[in-house]
């Protein structure tokens, strides 16, 4: 019980960090990365160190921030690769028309569309007669309403007793017609001591009954259950969609349409306005990944500032992480990424974006293959052998002529390379 404890105290206390699929290894990786940590330390001299709590969230810091920059920075290059671009589409009349890619292939999709929109698809409407909510108008008995609709008909059957009102009749027929889930809504709206039903079909647009009506409602009895409450009296009549794409005339019986069904397009209202409908790479996602970069890079140069402990170690592990973006100074200027005194990155949010939409900004980044394997390197670095930035005193240097692996001197900090993992 005593070591559950621990355990899931050690569990609570750990970082929550979110892993994505940088951060899955096979074994194999695995593998060579402990086989590379214990030939590092061949070469190693053998030292003396005091852990304090402070070097310890030291050392456990960096190791931590060098693997999120070295993730950042693969999502980074990910996401300026044009073979994993991803895109947007936009208008430029946002009110009267909604688009999204309803796609991840771009392969089908133009880039630019032209549509103008003449004429909405609406529904059918039946609105019924107003009438008395208290009267009792309709005889007691039993009565049959049938609703023909796509080729089916469908019978409503009421019982209605002696005295029963106009409103509760309504409100039973509606509740019926709702349930039977016929694709037809049914409403008894009620106003100054007078009721309706009406009736509205959920499909839009012209069908194959007469007229393009989407239902008809007939009596099934003498009853004059339909002509009491105007059940079959046509208010909307439905319609279809009218619209150019790209200078031709198109029909829809639903105002939701797609291209390719890859782009999604909602007609909103009609308009003499010609809409321009276009595809674009999408560059949220890229300046979301230069924010991630930009903020681990500084987290590391904040924890190598933090001398307490470690001056000569720090010092070390700032000059190292300072020269990757000295040697690249002009080039990350250019694309909106400068170097202030403190070794930070600093954003110009301006010209980050402006280099963004020009390719600019991609184009240096996919140039500056070297940018990214130095800060590969240098995480790597970081990464196996983050006791390198610790102060120590050298005890004694490995025999050069017999070096053998050394599998106590990993062990110091293999638990946290691992921490991840568990």
Known sequence: MATMNVYNFY??????????????????ELRSLYNNMV????SKPFYKLSLSDATQSYVIGIKEAAMELKTSSAFLSE?????????????DTPSDISVKLLTDDYSSLPSEIKLQVSQLATSQKNQGTNVPSGNSDIEPGTHYITIQKSGSEY????????????LHIQRRLSMSINNSNIGIRARVMESNGYSSLSLESQSSGQSALEDGLQFIVKEDDDSNLVDAFGLNQITVYPVNAEFTLNGEAQTASSNHISINNGIGIELNRATNKEATIQLA??????????????HYYNHLIDLANQTEGNPNGSKKLLREISNVTKRFHNALEASGLSIDEYGHLEKDEALLVQSTEN???QELFQQLSDFKNAINEATNKITLNPME?????????????QNFPNPYMPSMYSGMLYNQYV
């Open 389 to 401: 930035y610790v102060d120590k005193t050298i005890i004694s240097y490995p025999n050069t002529k």
């Open 359 to 361: 390719g600019q900004f």
């Open 79 to 91: 996401d300026i690769d044009p073979a994993s671009q991803k895109m947007s589409v936009s208008t």
């Open 11 to 28: 569990h609570m206390a750990m970082p929550k960090i979110a892993n994505t699929k940088y951060d899955s290894h096979k074994k194999s």
């Open 281 to 294: 790479p999408d560059h949220s996602a890229l300046l979301g990944d230069v924010d991630d970069f930009v």
């Open 155 to 166: 019978q409503f059957e009421i019982e209605t007793q002696k005295g029963e009102s106009n």
């Open 39 to 42: 030939k590092l330390n061949q």
